[in-house]
Every structure is written in structure tokens, then in C-alpha cells.
């Protein structure tokens, strides 16, 4: 982000409507009104308030923000987050602010504005409702908050012309999603449709969809490329919009939509064995998860069986054991949660005794806190804590590390499509450990790599 310290302005630096852009850098939004610094209104920079991924930072500070994504701070304080994470307050604030720029509040609080915004300028929805869709109580905690940021209030941003959608209306809210480029929405969805849960999610030739809910009330999200080389295309369908900002932080996250790839693609593309296949194809992503304990049960489940296997598997444990939230046929449930499968009967659902018994103690880990899903660390630490559990090997614990925890320098070595393209780029066949071996030149980038050997089999469009 540039700043004009004349103006008291930041913006993308694309955004040519600063007189002395560069003047000031800032890692982020919400470091830049931390400052003091006002959004442009010419570019709206980050509009969903999204904070791109963080690098080189201690774990407390990755965790901190995958919960402020989470909403934590949305109805607790910083003194329970700190709680959370197991460090005094004044550590947690002092190491936010050297590692982002801003607090846990000042990241929380950017975030709700930036989305309000986006919701006052793009959508007819009325005060009340974006309130309550940013994860606010109200309209006046809106307008302090608004003013507070932006010297103005909310009321007086541009909407669209005509009236005022109130909540409780089923017409969809429609909006952009700016992405990180280069990018492929292509890419994602070619791995997300084999691996869609059946009555969840529904993946098509061109778009994403899946079932959510707010206490009990659903509503539908559906993403398709909005063909501009710049955004996604975000429909939401429901009858409220309460906390619709975790809904979009989900997306981004599962969709990689605020990771660059640059620095993957600089560090990897001299290498003599992946170097092609990674300039080839600058715009991959690792495509991470909508939700860290569904998503590791995905994981769990695809132990040594196909893709479709455990598709099925996943689709069977959501009909049996998740809550109905809809009659429509295609998506109307929503995945049990750690609690509920620790105590579910998972007979009848696919899964050999040794299975059945892993799922169970990794739920129950989930559900008494032995195991943390925010808990990251270096790639060794976590494949140490996820090994510890019973049933739980390599594989799992290094896919686990890429998609739920988002961690840059995973290698699932022991992965037979890995292995099969590592070794016909190689020219010749190689173990698990040699794979391993190998692999030191393209650290702390090994994700990366792994996703491009993934795809390396089938070519997708960019944007």
C-alpha cells in the first residue's frame, strides 16, 4: 500500500490518483489507518477487508489472524484472544503491531469497515443489515465505527439507486472480489470438483457453490470469474446476511484469493528440475479449506483410497450426521461438528475399524483443545503434533499442514501423483525419502511445488 503524506492517503500502488504516490509504504490497510491514513476512493483499495498472508512471522501472530478472520474479536476482547494463544496481552499487541503494522483491533476493526463499504457502495442493503452482516450488533456501533475511520458516516457513501434492501429479503447479494494476479479460478475449481462434498458443496465446469448458516439459517454462496482479469464473482442467497464477512474470509481463504505467488515463482523458477514447470504456470495456487476440521476429516479420509472413494465417504457422513438446514435437493446440510462425530456411530459409512477409530480420536481431540486447528509452526512441529494422534502418519499430517493451516513448505513426498510426476520430471523412479531429499533446493516454497506437481498432468486457463 502507498501512502500520500500530504493527503493523509493510502491506495494500491496501481491507483494513479495520488499526487506523490510511494511517499509512504505501508504492509497492509490496516497498517496504513493505524497511522492515521484514509482509503482511497478513487481505487477502494482491499475492499472485504482481506489481509494478505503474512510471512516470516512467529506462530502467535499467524494464529492471532486466522482467528481474527474467524470473527473472534467481533464480540471478544484482546485480552481473551491473548488468552486463546497462551501470551499476556502485551506481547500479543506488541507483536502484531512490528509483524502488521496494527493491533488485533485496528486489523479487526479495518476488516469491518472495508466490507461495510463495500456493502454500502455495491448492495441496496440498508444500514441495519450491513451492521449485522460485518459482525456488529447495530447501526450506531456502525456509524461510530464508520466515522471513526473515515470521518464521515456510512450514510453518506453512493449505493446503487433504488430502495434499501431490509434484511430478511431472499434476493441475492451480489459481489466483487478482487484477486491477487496472476491468478486461475480455473485451477481451483479443477481441484475442487472431484473432491466437493456431496450436499455441501457443488462444483460445475465454471463456478462454486456451497451451503452455509448463521444459527440455523441457511444461505447459499456461489463464485464464478468474473471475467475482468481482476475479481470473482460472489452471489450470496439467503434470508439474512448476519456475519457474512466470516462467510467471505472463508471464501478467500478456500479460493487462495490474497496469496502472491511472486516470491514462490522468483525463488522456484531457476531450478533445474521444477524451474519450466513453474513459469510455465505462474498463476497456481494452493488451494486451502473453507473450514479447518471438515476439511481435516477430508484429508483424514483420503488416506491411501481415491479421490472419489472419499468424496463419497465425506457426502455419506454429511446425509448421516450433519444438521439438514435446507430442502434443496442438491446442497441442505451442514458438516458435523468435532463434537458430534466424536460421539457418532460411523458404522454403515464406508470406513475399516482402524479408520473409524482415527476419525473418532482426532474429533475428540479437536473438541477438548489437545488439538489446536489455528496452531501453526514450522513443518516439523506440525507434523510432529499431528503424528502424535493415533492413525495419523506423514501424508496426513504434511496435506493437513498445506490446506488447513497454510503453511508455504509442506511436501506430502509419500503421494503416488507427486511422486509419479516428480519422477518423470527426474527421469527415473524415486522413493518417498528421496523425494524428501530432493526437495531441500525448493524450500521454504515445497507447497508450492507439490501443487504444481499435482496439476503438472493437465493444463488449466488463466487470468
Known sequence: MSGDSQKNIYCDSECGSLVRPGDVVFPNGAAAEAAGYRSCLTCRPRLCGGIPPVKDAPPVVETALLLIKEGFLNDQSE?????????????????????????????????????????????????????????????????????????????SLRRRPGSHTPANRSSPVELLVRYTRPYSFQQLLDHLKPRATPGVEEVTDSSYRRITHHNGNPRVLQVEDAQDGQHLRVQVHG?????????????????????????????????????????????????????????????????????????????RIAHKLGRQIADDSALSRCFPSAADLADADLSGLGFTNQRKATLQHFAEAVADGSLDLTMSGTIEEISLRWCALPGIGPWTAQVAAMRILQHDDAMPSSDLGIRRNASALFGIQITARELDDRSAPWRPFRSWVSQHLWNASHKVGTT
Open 79 to 155: 485480552t481473551a484472544l491473548a488468552a486463546q494463544l497462551r501470551c499476556s496481552h502485551h506481547y500479543l499487541r506488541r507483536t502484531m503491531i512490528r509483524h502488521l503494522g496494527a493491533s488485533p483491533t485496528q486489523i479487526s476493526r479495518y476488516r469491518q469497515t472495508q466490507f461495510a463499504r463495500q456493502l454500502a457502495t455495491e448492495t441496496t442493503l440498508d444500514a441495519p443489515t450491513i451492521a449485522r452482516a460485518v459482525g456488529l450488533t447495530g447501526q450506531q456501533q456502525l456509524e461510530n465505527l464508520t466515522t471513526k475511520a473515515w470521518g464521515y458516516s456510512i450514510a
Open 239 to 315: 434470508e439474512n446476511y448476519v456475519n457474512l464477512i466470516d462467510d467471505m474470509e472463508r471464501l478467500r481463504t478456500l479460493f487462495a484469493i490474497d496469496e502472491t505467488p511472486g516470491p514462490a515463482v522468483e525463488h522456484l523458477s531457476h531450478d533445474g528440475l521444477v524451474g519450466e514447470l513453474v513459469t510455465q504456470q505462474p498463476w497456481v495456487r494452493v488451494p486451502r479449506c473453507w473450514d479447518r476440521f471438515e476439511g481435516s476429516v477430508r484429508i483424514i479420509i483420503g488416506q491411501q483410497i481415491s479421490v472419489t472413494a472419499a468424496t463419497t465417504i465425506a457426502g
